[in-house]
């Protein structure tokens, strides 16, 4: 039962990570486009 709850958490640990990732990705584009302009 708790190696089950466990693996749920590393699981939304990956998702929230990605998320940042995705996150940060965009910001960086953003900042990129604002310097070419």
């Known amino acids: 039962m708790t190696h089950r709850v ?3 958490q590393l699981v939304l640990q ?3 990570q990605q998320k940042q990732k995705k ?3 965009s ?3 953003g900042n990129n ?3 070419l302009l």
């Open 33 to 35: 486009q604002e310097q």
């Open 27 to 29: 910001q960086e584009a």
């Open 6 to 8: 466990h693996l749920q």
């Open 14 to 16: 990956e998702e929230l």
């Open 23 to 25: 996150h940060n990705l």
